[in-house]
């Protein structure tokens, strides 16, 4: 790590184009000046190890879930540098509209705070993302390929920290990300879904409103993606796992006081909502009418539960009957 050159980065902070409220080559540079990259040296068996977790988890999610789908070309082991490098353009994307629209009374200022901000925030993300699947939303063109990725220091650094055993530990988390390729997979239409309710918000936010339908759409279409995630790994996973789920809880819950403060900062807390309340809504879904009912939530946007849905699934079932 080297503060002071994250430092200078953030003070350095530019706009060479002339068109934007964040330098964005400063916030890369500025987070990983922050950020331990963390080792990736590993031996031939790690990596075949997670090559074998892939594999093995799209072929249980594909016979359990009966989804038809495949895992993206585009599979990374990554150190916490290769991250931040990987979701500099994503966070650019989704501030492009915001950046377009807001004119501010000191450009200069704005713009080195809005390039600290976003370098903090990567760097912090980069620093406890254990996996990614990458769905490109707001990407420009149809031939993006999506990606796989799995930080390899952060899984390390987690099976230490919570004490669990870490070939187990990686491989449920390859099961937690390959599943989320399932999602997407299973239903063509979800990132135009997520786009189209990310761009109508991110509008109305660019010019000075707050549209509550498109982002309570974005949470709730965002609960399911994640709570049936949760619903099928566990299910598919082919070993114990209570222990598992127990200690991750308890790990994004928990953290030092710096970190409980950027997780509510970053909203991480509403993603920790979101993964029990759509897991709770799947698991009573999955239990009425079995894996296969939970799985036509995908079938098209229509059977994406609503906000009232959520917290009575007997009332999604009685209007999707799967």
Do not use: C
């Not at 390929?145 to 099976?159: C, E, K, M, Q």
């Not at 114990?240 to 928990?254: M, P, V």
């Amino acid at each position: 790590m080297n503060l002071l050159r994250s430092v200078q980065a953030v003070a350095g902070a530019s706009d060479p184009d002339g068109a934007g409220q964040i330098d964005w080559t400063a916030v890369a540079t500025a987070a990983k000046s922050a950020t331990d990259p963390g080792d990736l040296d590993l031996s031939e068996a790690e990596r075949s190890g997670y090559a074998t977790d892939v594999r093995d988890a799209r072929d249980r999610l594909r016979s359990l879930g009966g989804l038809d789908f495949d895992v993206p070309a585009t599979i990374e082991i990554q150190s916490r540098h290769h991250w931040i490098d990987a979701n500099v353009e994503t966070f650019r994307r989704v501030m492009r509209p915001v950046e377009a629209e807001v004119s501010v009374a000191f450009p200069n200022a704005t713009r080195m705070v809005n390039t600290g901000s976003m370098a903090f925030v990567l760097s912090f993300l980069g620093s406890h993302v254990l996996g990614q699947y990458d769905p490109l939303l707001l990407a420009e063109g149809d031939d993006a390929d999506h990606g796989l990725y799995f930080v390899h220091p952060n899984i390390v650094a987690a099976a230490r920290e919570l004490d669990v055993d870490y070939p187990r530990f990686r491989r449920w988390i390859a099961f937690h990300e390959v599943t989320h390729a399932a999602e997407f997979g299973a239903a063509p239409w979800l990132s135009d879904h997520l786009e189209s309710r990310m761009e109508d918000g991110l509008e109305m936010l660019a010019n000075g409103r707050f549209d509550r339908d498109a982002f309570q759409d974005l949470d709730v279409a965002m609960t399911a993606v994640e709570g049936y995630a949760e619903l099928l790994m566990d299910r598919a996973f082919d070993a114990e796992y209570a222990d598992l789920r127990a200690k991750l809880d308890a790990r994004r819950r928990g953290g030092g006081p710096l970190a409980r403060v950027a997780r509510r900062l970053l909203g991480l807390g509403m993603k920790r909502r979101q993964y029990e309340r759509g897991a709770a809504f799947f698991e009573a879904v999955a239990d009425r009418r079995g894996l296969a009912a939970a799985g036509t939530v995908w079938d098209r946007p229509q059977h994406l539960p609503t906000a009232a849905e959520l917290d009575d699934p007997d009332r999604w079932l009685a209007r999707v009957d799967p």
